[in-house]
């Protein structure tokens, strides 16, 4: 049964996402260097441990390396996008692995072995009509940059950086007109190794090295949307955002303001990518944080001058918390620390399943900056149980998926200007918090396990035939 009335606006981009470091495996071939998610072993093997010590991980030799292989889109690719194709897909959200085009990150000329592979995956976008959606960072700095510079703690990452962005906006110049600067910005808070490709773990101020190195990004990303602009001006670049809108604990004003702040935290970078420039309250931020920003001549007019063109955000859950720290304690140390909201289910991983919260979050941030907005992340990590007959039967996504898509519209009709939505994992792939296999996003199962064993095939999950309706009938066809 179609409703007509939850159509999606003509053109709607339709797709799915992935990461270079979470799929493409082959973390060695063809002149690839090492990516820091290279380092990392799986959640039992101390994950979160390497994370926040990212050199002692340099140094030690774990067994098992969920990224070495991951899914091995490397190789299969082809028959993957041919999959995305047949569900439909109208763009496909990957991103470049810098450490394939640039091994240590500080190269002059780029490594033409890795940039012919995304020739290939472009060419293959095309041949079905998919446009392709490029993060231009997601998390998988070059291990170089963190040894030699310690990443985006050092302002010469800027360079590295745009001269990664100026030889990609050159190759793909025919071939790719989305871009987004970094993956999930205000990671950098939470993982600084996944953000800023760094290691704060012996800093005396890491407050201070998190904010410097956040300028560095920041900068970068203007510049490189001036870089994109001027290389090909019907490119638009976005910025790209951990969202998720945080509610007040009880109506005490003060845990109001507290989910207030909360939420500042991440608009902090949005208000300058999207403005264009630090926001007034960043003044106390930086007194509070005893935070001295090194700024450079012709930083704040570069951030002023070049601002995105759209606002993308990732969307998971939404959060909850209290202005007393004692209540605030009992949080689950997840990446984002969240009290449980006693309204709310939660996946197997403890995420908070909250649709109204994705109106809500949209809702906000267009009041906020009325651009169009992406959502580029959404979806439910879940454990798949392949049956005796090989289907699997995921209606608890297709049910997440649905009430999102529901929010997502409701969003629209309240007036948000929405470019498109593209799930996140579309096919199953490696956890970027756990290193795990085990916890699947994906409309297509992938045969491996959290140890590495498994065939790689491919097969169609329930909720496959179901996203491909949706597609079909532009969101009319819900069921
Ligand atoms: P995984 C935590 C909280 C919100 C978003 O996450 C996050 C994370 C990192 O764990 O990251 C984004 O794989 C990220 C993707 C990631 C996805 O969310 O831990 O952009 O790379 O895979 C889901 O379940």
Redesign the pocket.
């Given at each position: 049964m179609t409703n007509q009335d939850l159509k999606f606006p003509e053109g709607f981009l339709w797709g799915g996402a992935v990461?270079a470091n979470?799929c493409e495996g082959a973390y060695l071939e063809d002149g690839k260097g090492l990516s820091l998610v290279d380092l990392l072993p799986s959640v039992e093997h101390g994950r979160f441990e390497a994370l926040m010590n990212p050199k002692k991980a340099l140094e030690t030799n774990y067994n098992f390396y969920p990224s070495h292989d991951s899914i091995d889109f490397y190789h299969r690719y082809k028959e993957d996008i041919k999959l995305f194709a047949e569900m439909g897909f109208k763009c496909f959200r990957l991103s470049i692995s810098w450490p394939r085009i640039f091994p240590n990150g500080d190269e002059t000329n780029p490594n033409e072995k890795g940039l012919e592979f995304y020739d290939q995956v472009f060419a293959e976008c095309k041949k079905y009509g998919i446009e392709p959606v490029v993060t231009i960072n997601?998390?998988d700095t070059p291990v170089g940059l963190m040894r030699d510079y310690n990443g985006w703690a050092s302002r010469k990452t800027i360079d590295f950086y745009l001269n990664f962005c100026e030889t990609i906006f050159k190759r793909y110049k025919d071939q790719v007109k989305y871009w987004m600067t970094f993956?999930?910005i205000n990671?950098i808070l939470h993982?600084p190794m996944f953000g800023g490709g760094m290691d704060i773990s012996d800093a005396e101020n890491p407050e201070q090295l998190k904010y410097q190195a956040i300028h560095h990004q920041l900068v970068a990303s203007a510049r490189a949307t001036k870089l994109a602009h001027d290389i090909n001006p019907e490119n638009q670049v976005g910025c790209m955002l951990?969202a998720g809108a945080t509610y007040p604990n009880t109506p005490n004003p003060d845990d109001v303001f507290a989910a207030m702040e909360a939420d500042r935290e991440g608009y902090f970078f949005v208000d300058v990518q999207a403005r264009g420039y630090y926001p007034s309250y960043s003044k106390r931020l930086f007194k509070e944080k005893n935070i001295q920003l090194e700024i450079a001549d012709g930083d704040l007019e570069t951030l002023r001058d070049y601002t995105v063109d759209y606002v993308a955000f990732?969307y998971?859950s939404s959060k909850l918390t209290s202005a007393d720290p004692e209540v605030n304690q009992k949080t689950d140390g997840?990446?984002?620390a969240t009290l449980k909201n006693p309204y709310l289910k939660a996946s197997e991983?403890g995420w908070q399943i909250d649709p109204v919260g994705l109106r809500i979050t949209m809702n906000a941030i267009y009041d906020r900056y009325q651009k169009p907005l992406f959502i580029v992340?959404n979806g439910l990590?879940a454990v798949d149980k392949v049956e005796a007959d090989g289907s699997i039967n995921d209606d608890y996504r297709i049910d997440y998926l649905r009430e999102h898509v529901r929010a997502m519209h409701q969003g629209i009709e309240d007036g948000v200007e929405l470019i498109g939505y593209t799930p996140?994992?579309c096919i199953d792939l490696i956890?970027?918090?756990?290193g795990e296999m085990k916890?699947r996003y994906g409309f297509i199962y992938v045969d491996r396990d959290n140890e590495g064993n498994g065939t790689l095939e491919r097969k169609k999950k329930k909720s496959f035939d179901w996203y491909k309706k949706v597609i079909e009938s532009n969101g009319a066809d819900l069921n």
């Open positions: 990461a979470q997601h998390f993956n999930e990671m993982v951990a990732s998971y997840n990446v984002f991983w992340e990590g996140w994992g956890s970027a918090g756990t916890k």
